[in-house]
C-alpha cells in the first residue's frame, strides 16, 4: 500500500516565482495536514483539511500561501510569490478520522 | 494552547544500551494523546509509538516503550538494545483528543547518536 506521496522531492527556485507543492494522501484517509520545518521554527502545522474542506489555516504565515484540496486524493500547497525565508522542508501528511498521521517523504525548497 | 517540552536536543547511547529520552507536556486537557517521532536522515517522519492518556498502561512496540505519567505531564521515550539505526532526530508531540483539534503540537525534538 502506497503511503503519502509528495512532489517534487526537491524545488530549487528564484525568489518572486511561484511554487507549487504536491500531496496525494493514502487512500481512504481524511484528514490531511501540510507542515513546514526549519532549524529555527521546527515543524510547524500550515493547514489542514477533514473530507477536503480546510477546518484550520492559522498556521499559513501570510497571503502568498494558499492551499486546496479541490479531491479526497490530491491536495496542493501554492507559495506566490516566494521569497528566501520560505526555504524549509514541506511535509504533508493524512489520517484516517484524525488518529496517527502519517508522513509523506517531504519537499525540500529552496529559494534564491 | 498546549505546549511540548524536550528538553535534551542531543543524546548519545553505544550500541546495545539502553537509552532514555524526555518530553513534558503542557495542557488543560484530560483526554488527549501522546506520540514519538522518529526523523533518520532520510527526513521520513516515522511514527514510533503512541499512547491514549485514558490508559494507565504504558505503551510498547518491540524496542520501544514509553514512561507516561499523567500527573506530571511527562512521556519519556526508552529505546532498549539501541542499534545504529535508530540513530536519528526524536519527535515528542501532542494531539487532543476533543472535537476537531486533530493537529498535532511538535516538541523541537532530540537527536541521538548510536556509537559502537
Known amino acids: 500500500d502506497a503511503g503519502v506521496i509528495q512532489s517534487p522531492r526537491h524545488e530549487v527556485t528564484e525568489m518572486g516565482q511561484e511554487v507549487t507543492l504536491r500531496c496525494k494522501p493514502i487512500?481512504?484517509?481524511?484528514?490531511l495536514f501540510w507542515y513546514r520545518q526549519t532549524m529555527m521554527r521546527g515543524l510547524e502545522l500550515l493547514i489542514y483539511?477533514?473530507?477536503?474542506?480546510?477546518?484550520?489555516d492559522s498556521g499559513m504565515p501570510e497571503d502568498r500561501f494558499s492551499a486546496k484540496m479541490p479531491n479526497a486524493s490530491f491536495s496542493t500547497l501554492k507559495i506566490q510569490p516566494s521569497e528566501p525565508r520560505d526555504s524549509a522542508v514541506y511535509f504533508c501528511?493524512?489520517?484516517?478520522?484524525?488518529?496517527?498521521?502519517?508522513f509523506g517523504p517531504g519537499t525540500r525548497l529552496t529559494v534564491t | 494552547a498546549q505546549t511540548v517540552t524536550q528538553s535534551q536536543p542531543e543524546m548519545s547511547v553505544q550500541e546495545a544500551e539502553t537509552v532514555t529520552l524526555s518530553c513534558t507536556y503542557d495542557?488543560?486537557?484530560?483526554?488527549?494523546?501522546l506520540f514519538w517521532y522518529k526523523q533518520p536522515p532520510s527526513r521520513q517522519m516515522i511514527l514510533v509509538i503512541r499512547?491514549?492518556?485514558?490508559?494507565?498502561q504504558n505503551a510498547t512496540e518491540n524496542r520501544f516503550s514509553v514512561n507516561f505519567q499523567k500527573a506530571a505531564k511527562s512521556f519519556s521515550l526508552k529505546i532498549s538494545d539501541s542499534q545504529l539505526g535508530d540513530a536519528a532526530m526524536y519527535f515528542c508531540?501532542?494531539?487532543?483528543?476533543?472535537?476537531?483539534?486533530?493537529?498535532?503540537?511538535f516538541g523541537t525534538g532530540t537527536r541521538l547518536q548510536v556509537t559502537l
Open positions: 501528511a493524512s489520517s484516517f478520522s484524525g488518529w496517527e498521521q502519517y
Open positions: 487512500s481512504g484517509h481524511d484528514y
Open positions: 483539511f477533514n473530507n477536503n474542506v480546510p477546518i484550520d
Open positions: 495542557t488543560s486537557e484530560s483526554d488527549y494523546y
Open positions: 499512547q491514549e492518556a485514558y490508559k494507565q
Open positions: 508531540a501532542y494531539r487532543s483528543a476533543t472535537g476537531t483539534a486533530s493537529k498535532l503540537t
